[in-house]
């Protein structure tokens, strides 16, 4: 039994506004990249979601959630007093905005247990993380969070890693820089987006950011340009993938994180860099075609 884990925060997700009615759903980048994994991956593996939630009705619903499509729970965190965070979705001027409240969000809080990261990764085959699982952590706990990737790491797992640049997150470009650095440098997989890279770390191109990223220790590097080919880097060799021509846009939410699990889902299976992103174009095509960040398994083609 092989197993895929990824560490992150869910977060409600208030969508649609039409006439002051919004739709409760469920989304983050890291339990959306987890979705599409477990989506792509075979059965006989297993897919968990590491996170700490509250004790609260919406909290439980969520956790069922998650339960119900396939994702394991079994190293949930439930912390008492404390609740998910949550955003809300409100169109203006032709474009999404969003708005958060995480004050309360327990998942802030999922490195605090001594040792329940370690024990949440002992065994994974591949483990997955994020900026954003580290930009909601204090300095402390992002340590502990990088240490236990660290020994998921040397115990054998293949871990991914998605920059994932959010600087409202970040006290400051400069902590976020080094923080992201410092994670990279753990990652055998990096799957950074072009456009965050060049913004934070003054890349001029897609080659640029790989570049870096492997010259940090990755051994794999996938930049995502949107509608752009993906640039693919490993030390064997690179090359451009472009997305599958005449995909239509409906909602780009999660196109990025379907991407990410369709990807490493494809890895997993034995098909080299170039033929991995193809197939996660694929899946993102679908993706963008849909409302939402979590499309339905069944409407996704393997």
């Given at each position: 039994m092989?197993?895929?884990?990824?560490?992150?925060?869910?977060?409600?997700?208030?969508?649609?506004?039409?006439?002051?009615?919004?739709?409760?759903?469920?989304?983050?980048?890291?339990?959306?990249?987890?979705?599409?994994?477990?989506?792509c991956?075979?059965?006989?593996?297993?897919?968990?979601?590491?996170?700490a939630?509250?004790?609260?009705l919406?909290s439980?619903?969520?956790?069922?959630f998650?339960?119900?499509?396939?994702?394991?729970?079994?190293?949930i965190q439930?912390?008492e007093?404390?609740?998910?965070?949550?955003?809300?979705?409100?169109?203006?001027?032709?474009?999404?905005?969003?708005?958060?409240?995480?004050?309360q969000?327990?998942?802030?809080?999922?490195?605090?247990?001594?040792?329940?990261?370690?024990?949440?990764?002992?065994?994974?085959?591949?483990a997955?993380f994020?900026?954003?699982?580290?930009?909601?952590?204090?300095?402390?706990?992002?340590?502990?969070?990088?240490?236990?990737?660290?020994?998921?790491?040397?115990?054998g797992?293949?871990?991914?890693?998605?920059?994932?640049?959010?600087?409202?997150?970040?006290?400051?470009?400069?902590?976020?820089?080094?923080?992201?650095?410092?994670?990279?440098?753990?990652?055998?997989?990096?799957?950074?987006?072009?456009?965050?890279?060049?913004?934070l770390?003054?890349?001029?191109?897609?080659?640029?950011?790989?570049?870096?990223?492997?010259?940090?220790?990755?051994?794999?590097?996938?930049?995502?340009?949107?509608?752009?080919?993906?640039?693919?880097?490993?030390?064997?060799?690179?090359?451009?993938?472009?997305?599958?021509?005449g995909?239509?846009?409906?909602?780009?939410?999660?196109?990025?994180?379907?991407?990410?699990?369709?990807?490493?889902?494809?890895?997993?299976?034995?098909?080299?860099?170039l033929?991995?992103?193809?197939?996660?174009?694929?899946i993102?095509?679908?993706?963008?075609?849909?409302?939402?960040?979590?499309?339905?398994?069944?409407?996704?083609?393997?």
């Amino acid at each position: 039994m092989s197993r895929f884990v990824s560490v992150g925060e869910c977060m409600i997700e208030m969508s649609g506004g039409d006439a002051g009615n919004y739709r409760l759903g469920y989304a983050g980048d890291t339990l959306n990249t987890a979705w599409y994994a477990r989506a792509c991956l075979p059965a006989e593996w297993t897919v968990d979601y590491v996170t700490a939630l509250g004790d609260d009705l919406y909290s439980q619903q969520m956790v069922e959630f998650f339960a119900d499509n396939g994702i394991g729970t079994g190293h949930i965190q439930k912390l008492e007093g404390k609740r998910p965070g949550l955003y809300l979705i409100h169109q203006a001027e032709g474009d999404r905005h969003f708005t958060y409240w995480r004050g309360q969000s327990a998942a802030k809080q999922m490195a605090d247990a001594p040792g329940a990261l370690n024990d949440a990764l002992a065994g994974a085959d591949i483990a997955y993380f994020s900026g954003i699982s580290l930009a909601i952590l204090n300095a402390r706990s992002r340590g502990r969070l990088i240490r236990a990737i660290h020994l998921a790491r040397e115990s054998g797992a293949w871990v991914a890693f998605d920059p994932n640049e959010r600087p409202a997150l970040w006290t400051s470009p400069k902590v976020m820089g080094s923080t992201i650095a410092a994670a990279a440098i753990v990652a055998d997989i990096v799957l950074p987006t072009f456009p965050d890279e060049a913004a934070l770390f003054g890349d001029a191109s897609p080659e640029a950011v790989a570049e870096r990223y492997l010259s940090w220790g990755a051994e794999e590097v996938v930049v995502k340009n949107g509608a752009e080919p993906a640039y693919v880097a490993s030390r064997e060799g690179q090359g451009r993938v472009a997305p599958q021509p005449g995909a239509k846009s409906v909602d780009p939410t999660g196109a990025g994180d379907s991407f990410n699990g369709a990807y490493l889902a494809a890895r997993a299976a034995g098909r080299p860099p170039l033929e991995a992103a193809a197939a996660a174009h694929a899946i993102a095509a679908t993706v963008i075609g849909h409302r939402g960040a979590l499309v339905p398994h069944a409407l996704l083609a393997r």
